[in-house]
């Protein structure tokens, strides 16, 4: 499956404070029915989303109007428990392209980096001033530079660097998965290939 190209996005941010963020919270276990990656964003965050009744619960900020973007802003340890991939398809599928805390479980890390959907990892004291910077003004923009590996406040052009795999970088630059990549080096592969037959 190809991804769209990531190079620069300039966003506004939606924030869930939430420490200890689950992919059982993330995208409810009931929903894990569909084997495609389309169709989860509707779920997302379903339980807090919706109440029994299945109408909108008006505090969880994915349904306050005041906060719209593709950043999604989240607490400390985002996407712990499980190891489903369908946890990254429904934030992707949901419209979201770049999500921020202060530490990711790595297996949520690497699903996401595989299905188009950039992790940023920051200090806890950065995501402390994003999180202030969002309760100041809701309509703050925020922009995340993959080629220079920047996230930057920008109003204050405050900013903090991220890590973030060559190799993975590379995938997201060129909207690329890894059959994609393998694809993208198929003369490399046949050069190779051909230098090993006469040896």
Not at 61 to 81: H, K, S, T
Not at 174 to 192: C, H, K, R, T
């Amino acid at each position: 499956m190809s991804i769209p190209k990531f190079d620069k996005l300039i966003s506004r941010a939606i924030p869930v404070r939430t420490e200890n963020i689950d992919t059982d919270q993330i995208i409810p276990a009931r929903f894990l029915k569909a084997v495609e990656r389309k169709g989860f964003g509707d779920n997302l965050f379903y339980d807090w989303r919706f109440n029994k009744a299945g109408q909108p619960i008006a505090g969880f900020p994915l349904n306050d109007p005041r906060y719209q973007g593709e950043i999604l802003v989240a607490g400390r340890n985002f996407g712990c428990g499980s190891s489903r991939e369908h946890a990254a398809w429904a934030i992707f599928d949901h419209g979201f392209r770049v999500v921020v805390s202060s530490f990711f479980a790595d297996i949520f890390r690497n699903n996401a980096l595989n299905n188009g959907l950039l992790p940023v990892k920051v200090s806890d004291e950065f995501l402390a001033e994003i999180f202030a910077e969002i309760d100041r003004d809701p309509m703050a923009q925020f922009e995340v530079d993959l080629e220079q590996q920047t996230f930057t406040i920008l109003s204050s052009k405050h900013s903090e660097t991220f890590e973030i795999d060559a190799y993975k970088k590379r995938c997201l630059q060129n909207g690329y998965d890894d059959v994609d990549y393998l694809v993208s080096i198929m003369p490399q592969i046949e050069a190779f290939e051909e230098k090993r037959k006469s040896l």
